[in-house]
């Protein structure tokens, strides 16, 4: 497992790389444009020369980029959709400049409508925006569940698939908070084992490519998107220690949104995961001699 954070990109893209240095990361997540605004930075290729030069040699083997939060591909506003569609052009084509592992994205929400015609409107968006870049992936992230968000179930995620036409280049982020929120048990050995087979029946699990590592602050199925420091949420040190030690998960990226670093991931934070990533596979080696000596 690729285990690191999200780390900003202010002052310059390559400034990530050494925030994500300092943390100790694996793998890095990006903003590629302020999250608050729909105006795209404009970046040069020299940016992204800066960029792929400052990686080098790091043990950054990863790096996503996430799509901001204003967009709603599945917005029933047509001017919604064309700025969403921009923006996640714009994001997709700095992927591509970067070399970045995938854009991450919340495909939208329905509010108060139809789910199936916004999952629709969703498709059509993401089919524009793959056509209209190179070779940059995009993974669509799981959600809580409130307000209509798309993806809050393995069957939603499976249709929003559909609906793009099952281009290769679309995969999943799944966000540990948001699983445990929207009712998949994933603190628990048979519960995450039980989580990920049904998303291999209903999605595949070879579409699986990265991860956000979140506890979360409210109970299970409650469908509300809280995040917590980790090992101080409801899924705790040991529901954390279990999903970062899920040996489906190695060779993923594996970011931290929250943290001690005013909200954001710290250093300290990045070593705890990865502490837990130990712990995690430690205790299921000892699981597996007991059930070995009980046969």
């Not at 990265?210 to 995040?227: E, F, I, Y």
């Amino acid at each position: 497992m690729l285990i690191g954070a999200h780390v900003s990109q202010a002052g310059g893209l390559e400034k990530a790389v050494e925030r994500g240095l300092e943390r100790g990361c694996q793998a890095i997540q990006i903003f590629n444009q302020s999250p608050r605004m729909w105006r795209p930075t404009a970046y040069s290729d020299e940016d992204f020369a800066a960029f792929r030069a400052a990686l080098q040699s790091t043990p950054i083997r990863a790096v996503l980029i996430h799509a901001v939060y204003l967009l709603n591909c599945a917005s029933e506003d047509p001017a919604i959709r064309q700025k969403s569609l921009a923006s996640l052009i714009q994001s997709l084509r700095v992927g591509d400049g970067i070399g970045a592992a995938g854009v991450v994205l919340h495909a939208g929400s329905a509010k108060q409508g139809d789910v199936g015609a916004a999952i629709k409107r969703a498709g059509k968006v993401i089919k524009e925006a793959l056509a209209e870049s190179g070779r940059c992936q995009l993974h669509l992230e799981d959600t809580a569940g409130a307000g209509g968000t798309l993806g809050r179930s393995f069957e939603e995620l499976s249709k929003l698939l559909d609906a793009t036409g099952g281009d290769e280049r679309v995969g999943l982020c799944l966000d540990s908070c948001h699983l445990y929120a929207s009712g998949y048990e994933v603190s628990s050995y048979d519960g995450l084992a039980q989580t990920l087979e049904e998303c291999d029946r209903l999605v595949g699990l070879e579409r699986l490519h990265s991860l956000h590592l979140n506890d979360s602050m409210v109970p299970l199925g409650s469908n509300r998107d809280r995040h917590a420091l980790l090992g101080e949420g409801e899924l705790g040190e040991r529901g954390i220690a279990v999903f970062v030690s899920e040996p489906r998960f190695e060779g993923v990226p594996c970011v931290l949104e929250t943290g001690r670093d005013g909200g954001a991931p710290a250093a300290e934070d990045v070593a705890q995961a990865k502490k837990l990533h130990s712990r995690g596979r430690a205790a299921r080696t000892r699981r597996g001699s007991r059930a070995k000596a009980r046969r």
